[in-house]
């Protein structure tokens, strides 16, 4: 079985970043509304927020995806920048709510977010910098050499 390599594959990585987002999100939010429930009783205005929320992190993500997937088909530089500055503003939220987390599980999802943007980015900067061609890891030698004893 062939090795699959994530060099460019945007559209992977950001599926990836939007499911687990998507689910963490949904476990913070329904964390939220359980605490503030037990806490001080106003379950349905909490209810109401958190569900506004999530479906506001699941629509954001979704379009990202959909970026990182269109950057990756096209090998669009622009499309890839421009995924590159939804994915930083990504990070700096993130970078934000890890420091002023509320429970372990919300620093939790800040700090993987963050790094699933950083991984975003990485793939995303390949795509920019290969210029619209074919990304590849690692440039080859253009002087190659035969192996030693064969013949054209």
């Known amino acids: 079985m062939d090795n699959v390599r994530l060099t460019y594959q945007t559209a992977v990585a950001c599926l990836i970043q939007f499911v687990t987002m998507s689910f963490l999100t949904l476990a913070n939010e329904g964390n939220s509304v359980v605490t503030t429930c037990h806490n001080h009783g106003d379950c349905f205005s909490n209810l109401l927020s958190s569900l506004i929320f999530f ?7 979704g379009v990202v995806w959909m ?5 990756q088909e096209q090998r669009s530089r622009r499309l890839a920048q421009l995924l590159i500055v939804a ?55 253009r002087n190659r050499t035969r192996p030693s004893g064969r013949s054209n």
């Not at 970026?67 to 950057?71: D, H, K, R």
């Not at 993130?94 to 980015?121: E, G, P, Q, R, Y």
Request: aromatic share 10%.
């Open 55 to 61: 479906m506001l992190t699941a629509v954001w993500f």
């Open 67 to 71: 970026l990182g997937y269109t950057a």
């Open 87 to 141: 994915e930083l503003a990504i990070a700096v939220v993130a970078v934000f709510n890890a420091k002023h987390h509320t429970d372990i599980l919300s620093l939790f999802t800040s700090l993987l977010d963050a790094l699933l943007a950083l991984w975003v980015i990485s793939l995303a900067f390949r795509i920019v910098r290969a210029g619209g061609g074919r990304v590849v890891s690692r440039q080859r030698s």
